[in-house]
């Protein structure tokens, strides 16, 4: 069903409508969270917080169920301007944040130079961070303790944003949250490792595909996904060629897992591998446990071995137990 941004005329014909809006919705994840007076509402009107050089609003009017809420603009001259968007009670837990968001989007992009729109809400304001994400937004930042909350200790600020390229493309970008480089890049019989200098699409494709592994290029989506949520990142390359990668995940405390370790079939059998894992596990020199999971291969398990690793199987002798499904 259509969604229209119809643009709000606070000094004339919306004024009452204005009024009635702010005075009888509670807007219980919002700053003031109960209905403001009419003395404010008329105050934000004179002092231009509806329609100013920088801001405007618009109502919300679905084609189904009618005028449902509002939106109000801001910083409309910069390249990423902010939104403040209300829906009224009683259409709310309808499934028409999406749209609504969707269609300040398209508003945004086609009518503004904006490159990027934010949006921000309370942490607890479980409704809203889900309506940005199924938008396609990105959770950008958290700021703690940033959102004032009347008669109680202030509770964190949670940022999403679009950019203009996912909006004309309507693919989501992948933000590399672990993006800290650990150690300075170090170049070692030829080869230099980086850390969380992660490596093009077609590189990662090109390096995954050189091992055979097609349960990753086959979904080439989803192993970009993984790559940049990974919380370690060790790349291995040869004049400029990725030749090499390893990546770990971990819980940043007690575990970390190393996910991966592969290197081009033309260059194995130089050390880079054992460069490759050592590096990745610098950030972790104090996580209680480490673990992985490899195929039946003794190749593998001497050089596994060769790293401190133990077995956990009845066979080694391990008290431990590995179990995968």
């Given at each position: 069903m259509s969604m229209q941004l119809t643009r709000v005329d606070p000094d004339d014909r919306d004024t009452g409508e204005l009024i009635?809006?702010?005075?009888?919705?509670?807007?219980?994840?919002?700053?003031?969270?109960?209905?403001?007076?009419?003395?404010?509402?008329?105050?934000?009107?004179?002092?231009?917080?509806?329609?100013?050089?920088?801001n405007e609003t618009f109502w919300l009017d679905h084609g189904e169920y009618g005028r449902i809420g509002i939106v109000r603009l801001e910083d409309l001259r910069d390249e990423t301007p902010m939104l403040d968007l209300r829906l009224a009670a009683r259409f709310r837990g309808l499934g028409l944040g999406v749209a609504a968001l969707n269609s300040i989007s398209d508003h945004m992009f086609a009518n503004t130079r904006a490159i990027r729109v934010e949006g921000q809400t309370r942490e607890d304001n479980c409704a809203m961070r889900s309506v940005f994400e199924r938008a396609g937004w990105t959770k950008e930042a958290h700021y703690r303790q940033a959102w004032p909350v009347a008669g109680g200790d202030p509770l964190d600020s949670v940022a999403y944003a679009i950019l203009r390229r996912e909006w004309e493309t309507g693919v989501r970008d992948v933000l590399h949250w672990h993006d800290r480089r650990h150690f300075p890049e170090r170049t070692r019989n030829g080869i230099t490792y980086s850390s969380n200098d992660v490596s093009s699409r077609s590189e990662l494709l090109g390096l995954y595909d050189s091992v055979g592994w097609s349960a990753y290029t086959n979904d080439p989506e989803r192993l970009i996904l993984s790559v940049l949520n990974s919380a370690h990142v060790v790349c291995a390359r040869e004049k400029g060629?990725?030749?090499?990668?390893?990546?770990?995940?971990?819980?940043?405390?007690?575990?970390?897992?190393?996910?991966?370790?592969?290197?081009?079939?033309?260059?194995?059998?130089?050390?880079?591998?054992?460069?490759?894992?050592?590096?990745?596990?610098?950030?972790?020199?104090?996580?209680?446990?480490?673990?992985?999971?490899?195929?039946?291969?003794?190749?593998?398990?001497?050089?596994?071995?060769?790293?401190?690793?133990?077995?956990?199987?009845?066979?080694?002798?391990?008290?431990?137990?590995?179990?995968?499904?």
């Amino acid at each position: 069903m259509s969604m229209q941004l119809t643009r709000v005329d606070p000094d004339d014909r919306d004024t009452g409508e204005l009024i009635e809006f702010y005075t009888t919705e509670e807007f219980p994840f919002h700053v003031a969270t109960s209905g403001w007076s009419e003395e404010s509402v008329r105050e934000r009107i004179a002092t231009g917080y509806f329609l100013g050089e920088t801001n405007e609003t618009f109502w919300l009017d679905h084609g189904e169920y009618g005028r449902i809420g509002i939106v109000r603009l801001e910083d409309l001259r910069d390249e990423t301007p902010m939104l403040d968007l209300r829906l009224a009670a009683r259409f709310r837990g309808l499934g028409l944040g999406v749209a609504a968001l969707n269609s300040i989007s398209d508003h945004m992009f086609a009518n503004t130079r904006a490159i990027r729109v934010e949006g921000q809400t309370r942490e607890d304001n479980c409704a809203m961070r889900s309506v940005f994400e199924r938008a396609g937004w990105t959770k950008e930042a958290h700021y703690r303790q940033a959102w004032p909350v009347a008669g109680g200790d202030p509770l964190d600020s949670v940022a999403y944003a679009i950019l203009r390229r996912e909006w004309e493309t309507g693919v989501r970008d992948v933000l590399h949250w672990h993006d800290r480089r650990h150690f300075p890049e170090r170049t070692r019989n030829g080869i230099t490792y980086s850390s969380n200098d992660v490596s093009s699409r077609s590189e990662l494709l090109g390096l995954y595909d050189s091992v055979g592994w097609s349960a990753y290029t086959n979904d080439p989506e989803r192993l970009i996904l993984s790559v940049l949520n990974s919380a370690h990142v060790v790349c291995a390359r040869e004049k400029g060629t990725l030749v090499g990668l390893a990546r770990v995940i971990s819980d940043f405390g007690t575990l970390v897992y190393l996910q991966d370790v592969l290197v081009d079939p033309r260059v194995q059998w130089r050390g880079i591998g054992t460069e490759l894992v050592i590096r990745a596990f610098e950030p972790f020199a104090d996580v209680r446990q480490t673990v992985l999971l490899t195929d039946d291969d003794p190749r593998l398990t001497a050089f596994y071995a060769s790293l401190g690793f133990s077995e956990a199987s009845p066979s080694a002798g391990a008290a431990l137990r590995a179990f995968v499904r």
